[in-house]
């Protein structure tokens, strides 16, 4: 699911705006903290140069993950350029202080409560050599958009799903899912300077198809494997037990933040069935004027040089 979703997510476009904001170089040793299956660090590897020593790092507390990140590596020809680490970001990063150009990160700070991110960061900014650059990239789930045409009903139950989202993930792990834009107070509590804020539009509107394929989110312009994913989710949903079950196990944090067991019902129907619509006629899809937009924020900052 992980690499589905991240497979589509840096498009040509996107990635030229990343590597600007992350400023990455050919030469540079960059570490990747919660890289999972490592699809973030594929992405920046294409920037680096092995032959001027660039290199990248990736460090993950989940095994498995890793396990498949270097088999991704090696099917991408990145063999070379990019090695994993087994480590714990909050407690240690598993390399020595002062080490890389660039430590960054992907949708890694938002699974921690705000004392464990603290430390994460800390953490970052110790690998980091004086005058590097801390980046990270995260979303901000009340910056999401979903817009279905002519159907302010769902429009209503969708937004209050967002709020929920943020309210049930703040009560139930200690997550704020509002970390997208969180993080430059973080970064600059924690000593790191000339700290910038910059986002990437995700803008999913389906009918559009004058912009070439990889420029676009290809699991949304598909017209079967965007109804598939929906339907794969929520197609255990079937009687009242089961579904109250499923829910419980599903979507526990919009219970917590204030949805009704009602109002999930209705918007997993209304989802399932669209999905459903689209796969009999992927023409409906092509047509469908609703929106779903998101951001991905980037926040970076440099470790001050020794001695200042
Ligand atoms: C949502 S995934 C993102 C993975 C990857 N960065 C990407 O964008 O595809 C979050 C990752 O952070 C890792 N993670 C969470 N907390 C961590 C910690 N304390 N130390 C190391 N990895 C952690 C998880 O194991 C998981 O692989």
């Known amino acids: 699911m992980l690499e589905l979703i991240r497979k ?4 040509k476009e996107r990635r030229f705006l990343l590597y600007k904001y992350l400023d990455v170089k050919p030469n540079h040793i960059v570490v990747d903290v919660g890289c999972g299956t490592g699809a973030f660090s594929r992405v920046i590897a294409e920037k680096l140069d092995p032959k001027k020593g660039g290199r990248i790092i990736g460090i993950d507390r989940n095994p498995e993950l890793l396990r498949e990140g270097r088999k991704f590596a090696e099917i991408a020809s990145f ?3 990019i090695s994993f680490k087994k480590g714990d970001i909050i407690k240690s990063i598993p390399l020595p202080d002062n080490y890389a150009d660039r430590v960054i990160c992907q949708a890694c700070l938002w699974l921690m409560t705000e004392q464990d991110r603290q430390r994460a960061v800390n953490e970052m900014i110790r690998v980091c050599k004086p005058g590097g650059l801390i980046g990270a990239c995260e979303s901000a789930i009340d910056s999401s958009v979903s817009y279905i045409e002519g159907d302010e009903h769902h429009n209503r139950l969708l937004r209050k799903r967002n709020i929920a989202m943020v309210e049930g993930y703040k009560k139930r792990y200690g ?3 509002r970390i997208g834009y969180l993080l ?3 970064f600059k509590d924690l000593g790191l300077e000339r700290i910038r804020l910059d986002g990437i539009a995700h803008i999913h509107f389906q009918s559009d198809d004058r912009v070439p394929m990889d420029f676009k989110m290809e699991e949304k312009r598909d017209s079967k ?3 598939s994913r929906v339907l794969a989710k929520y197609g255990k949903l079937r009687d009242n037990r089961n579904r109250r079950a499923f829910i419980e196990k599903m979507e526990p944090s919009l219970l917590a933040g204030g949805m009704s067991f009602k109002e999930i019902i209705e918007l997993m129907h209304f989802q399932k069935s669209r999905a459903e619509r689209f796969l009999k006629n992927p023409d409906l899809f092509k047509e ?4 779903d937009a998101g951001i991905t924020f980037i926040t970076t900052g440099l470790k001050p040089k020794q001695g200042k």
């Not at 589509?8 to 498009?11: E, G, I, L, V």
């Not at 469908?288 to 929106?291: A, G, N, P």
């Open 225 to 227: 494997l965007y109804p």
């Open 184 to 186: 430059p107070k973080l």
């Open 175 to 177: 997550y704020d899912r």
């Open 8 to 11: 589509s997510a840096w498009t």
């Open 79 to 81: 063999g070379k350029l």
């Open 288 to 291: 469908d004027t609703s929106v």
